[in-house]
């Protein structure tokens, strides 16, 4: 029923930005806090910023100063603007969020990811 789609992805060179997005669907009550996660190949996933419902955010080390994770919960869209992106930075993007369903329960929802490649 719960949908998350990610996307936004693409090919940027070093020193560029991208924004992603993450839009919920399917009789949403409430999207609470959301995280956004990265996996490169031969990696684990990696937690890159989350954001509680009432915008409240926190990043990874490695993207302090650089990453900036909003939202819109009118929309049920959480977004990750990306500035001065490194080669480092390349990985799928995920997206995760608590979500509670109208009149249900709260669960855990992961969307399929984007990819971001930033290359020279």
């Known amino acids: 029923q719960v949908q998350l789609v990610e996307s936004g992805g693409g090919l940027v060179q070093p020193g560029g930005s991208l924004i992603l997005s993450c839009a919920a669907s399917?009789?949403?009550?409430?999207?609470?806090?959301v995280g956004w996660y990265r996996q490169a190949p031969g990696n684990q996933r990696e937690l890159v910023a989350i954001?509680?419902?009432?915008?409240?955010?926190d990043y990874a080390d490695s993207v302090k100063g650089r990453f900036t994770v909003s939202r819109d919960n009118a929309k049920n869209t959480v977004y990750l603007q990306m500035n001065n992106l490194k080669p480092g930075d390349t990985a799928v993007y995920y997206c995760?969020?608590?979500?509670?369903?109208?009149?249900?329960?709260?669960?855990?929802?992961w969307g399929q990811g984007t990819q971001v490649t930033v290359s020279s």
């Open positions: 995760n969020a608590d979500i509670q369903i109208t009149g249900g329960t709260l669960s855990d929802y």
């Open positions: 954001i509680t419902k009432w915008g409240s955010a």
């Open positions: 399917g009789g949403i009550f409430s999207m609470n806090t």
